[in-house]
């Protein structure tokens, strides 16, 4: 989650279509998005996807900021069927419908975090007997280590608390850019048996 650049525009304004006078530079495409960690946020959202024992960006796009991030993750993930056997993701992810297509359409092992009481039934405690194996927690753990921080690698290397351009497309493009960017870094330092974290004097200068 991202700032929008310019001003806040607040929700019941936007619901409703009015900008205030004296509300310049307004981002009007940004949208509004929560998290655990930071609250409420109006601007713009990234989509990002690692690989969990090689700490390599694979995927880094815009995403709106209201978006659903698991709907997201279903239609990127779908696309390595075949590659992909198991995927992680934090507790939006929890969804049993979700659970159940990954593994009946593309063979993939879904694993989350199951919300608090939501295991009455049957399915449900299939879904959480299947996800909650030794070796699936032990993989889960490893994203501390190797998906979280990725994230903010990408953000301190491009300073990326606040946008740096209004609009979606604008955003899409920029976000998309940097992506690769860091694709290109993170492969080269592992090709030649480096740290893919140390890159960003390379990521700047591509």
């Known amino acids: 989650m991202i700032k929008a650049r310019g001003p806040v525009w607040h929700k019941k304004h936007k619901d409703m279509g009015i900008i205030p006078e004296g ?12 998290s655990r960690t930071i609250g409420w946020l ?9 690989t969990l024992k090689v700490p390599i960006v694979g995927i880094f796009q815009w995403m709106k900021n209201s978006g659903n991030e698991a709907k997201r993750m279903e239609q990127e993930i779908i696309k ?21 297509s990954l593994k009946k359409y593309y063979k993939m092992q879904l694993v989350t975090v199951p919300r608090k009481g939501m295991d009455k039934s049957p399915l449900r405690k299939k879904m959480i007997k299947e996800m909650m194996t030794k070796a699936n927690k032990k993989d889960f753990k ?22 740096w351009m209004r609009g979606d497309d604008s ?18 330092a592992y090709k030649q048996q480096r740290s893919t974290w140390d890159i960003k004097s390379e990521v700047l200068g591509v």
């Open 23 to 34: 509300l310049h530079g307004l981002d009007k495409q940004a949208t509004w998005g929560k």
């Open 42 to 50: 109006y601007g713009h959202g990234t989509f990002c996807i690692t």
């Open 80 to 100: 390595y069927v075949g590659l992909v056997k198991k995927v992680l993701m934090d507790s939006k992810a929890d969804d049993q419908k979700l659970y159940f």
């Open 142 to 163: 490893k994203r501390s280590v190797t998906v979280e921080p990725m994230q903010g690698l990408i953000d301190n290397i491009f300073d990326l608390e606040r946008c």
């Open 171 to 188: 955003n899409r493009w920029l976000f998309a850019s940097m992506g690769i960017a860091m694709q290109m870094a993170q492969f080269k």
